[in-house]
């Protein structure tokens, strides 16, 4: 049974950092590419970021160089750290394990598998 558990939202000033996490468990976290969406009031779910097994990267536009995922293969987790962060980062964020990774000479994407978590809250203020 795939079971992923976020933690480390809230409520931060605009500016400030949030450091989230995510433990996963029923996959094999080594070899599995791991994602982080969001969701915010009336809009589609998007990706933020993604990890490959081997440490490659991918980051939605409007985060990069704010924020950056990374994995411990020791505790089956993945972080997201966010630094300078916006209101319009607001959101539900997700984690999303085992997605399919795909490549071509200079991008890498990720799509959603159907393994989520129930999702942490990050609120923005201005």
């Known amino acids: 049974q795939v079971q992923l558990v976020e933690s480390g939202g809230g409520l931060v000033q605009a500016g400030g950092s949030l450091r989230l996490s995510c433990a996963a468990s029923?996959?094999?976290?080594?070899?599995?590419?791991m994602g982080w969406y969001r969701q915010a009031p009336g809009k589609q779910r998007e990706l933020v970021a993604a990890?490959?097994?081997?440490?490659?990267?991918k980051y939605a536009d409007s985060i990069k160089g704010r924020f950056a995922i990374s994995r411990d293969v020791t505790k089956s987790t993945v972080d997201l750290q966010m630094n300078g962060l916006r209101p319009e980062d607001t959101g539900v964020y997700y984690c999303?394990?085992?997605?399919?990774?795909?490549?071509?000479?200079?991008?890498?994407?990720?799509?959603?598998?159907?393994?989520w978590g129930q999702g942490t809250q990050v609120t923005v203020s201005s």
């Open positions: 999303n394990a085992g997605g399919r990774i795909s490549k071509t000479s200079d991008t890498l994407d990720y799509t959603a598998s159907d393994y």
């Open positions: 029923g996959v094999p976290f080594s070899r599995s590419p």
């Open positions: 990890i490959t097994p081997g440490g490659g990267t």
